[in-house]
């Protein structure tokens, strides 16, 4: 695999990342260490984890893997924080208050074994903590030596300029990640986030570039999914998440991209991977694998190679719907602007 630097940091992390959310629950001990084993065998040095991940179970399994093979030097390791962790969680055992990311974090390091990780994320914005709060707090963890850097996840685009503009005019530690849904079937973070990233220099780390599986081609528009699939094994999950993506645009991206797929010989899981890797400012892919054979599927996405032509007709056939207002609006009176460029 290839390097790219952490947003503006000059940390390099492998393009793609395995994510680990899976570990504890869908994916039992010995093969998430088999994942592990065989994803750094591949060149991937990026592992990103999360507290609420299995109830802190998938950093446990992490944790025991590092042991065993003495260490994380020649890793990078990024975890989040921000969610309750179990069911039976108090009211200040969640959010980004000082104190819940303080216990946060130093539980996080507990599991994974470590006494730092290089990547430290809130996991989702916190509308009852000031973001004053957790940006200091965070600061402070990378003072501490217990964080080498600073990431977000989930957030908006007002939220994401907030972070960054208290970390420069407080001389805070810099936001240098955002780690959001991206993928074929979900590109609504084009409407500002990647922009405002692409500006702040702060790189993209895509979760779910599979679109859930949708972009696999295992999901069909006449059959409600069942069996050992994601949306199939979780009824009450699968009948929502399915009805949502079971419209004429996704179906018109899933031909597409098997189209392609064919083209090049691979598989429609490859190709969505490609072209998220294609995208700018996409530091690294986080692959949710659950299984061996799935990890293997999509380190072969390094080998997929889209042409030009390619990525647009995939761009045209996913462009997201805009909003009329403001979105629309401001395209429309910026053409006139944009074409006098190409006079």
């Not at 950093?59 to 994380?72: D, F, K, P």
């Not at 597409?256 to 691979?266: F, L």
Request: charged fraction near 20%; charge should be negative.
């Amino acid at each position: 695999m290839q390097l790219r630097t952490l947003g503006r940091s000059g940390l390099l992390v492998s393009e793609h990342c395995l994510g680990t959310m899976t570990f504890g629950a869908e994916t039992p001990e010995n093969d998430a260490h088999a994942i592990l084993d065989a994803y750094v065998s591949a060149g991937g040095t990026f592992i990103d984890t999360a507290d609420v991940y299995a109830a802190g179970e998938s950093e446990r399994i992490v944790g025991r893997w590092l042991a065993a093979r003495g260490g994380a030097d020649d890793l990078v390791i990024a975890t989040k924080g921000r969610f309750p962790v179990g069911p039976d969680a108090r009211p200040n055992e969640q959010g980004l208050s000082r104190g819940h990311l303080t216990r946060a974090l130093d539980a996080s390091l507990t599991r994974l074994g470590v006494d730092h990780v290089d990547l430290y994320q809130v996991h989702a914005w916190d509308p009852l903590t000031p973001a004053e709060e957790w940006m200091v707090t965070l600061d402070g963890f990378v003072r501490a030596g217990k964080v080498r850097h600073v990431g977000v996840s989930n957030l908006t685009g007002w939220q994401l300029q907030r972070a960054a503009m208290l970390a420069r005019t407080e001389g805070l530690s810099p936001v240098v990640t955002l780690q959001p849904q991206y993928n074929l079937l979900a590109r609504d973070i084009e409407l500002e986030l990647t922009d405002l990233c692409a500006l702040e220099g702060i790189g993209l780390l895509p979760w779910s570039p599979l679109g859930g599986g949708w972009l696999t081609g295992k999901y069909r528009a006449d059959a409600t999914p069942t069996g050992a699939t994601r949306l199939g094994e979780d009824p009450e999950r699968g009948v929502e998440a399915y009805a949502k993506r079971n419209v004429p645009r996704t179906y018109a991206v899933l031909a597409e991209v098997e189209r392609i797929a064919t083209d090049h010989g691979s598989t429609m899981a490859q190709v969505a991977l490609a072209w998220v890797g294609a995208q700018p400012n996409v530091d690294s892919t986080i692959l949710g694998v659950r299984t061996l054979a799935q990890l293997e599927d999509n380190v072969g996405a390094l080998e997929v190679d889209l042409t030009v032509d390619e990525l647009a007709a995939l761009d045209a056939v996913s462009a997201p719907e805009v909003p009329d207002y403001p979105y629309g609006m401001i395209r429309r009176v910026g053409a006139p602007r944009l074409a006098a460029l190409d006079g």
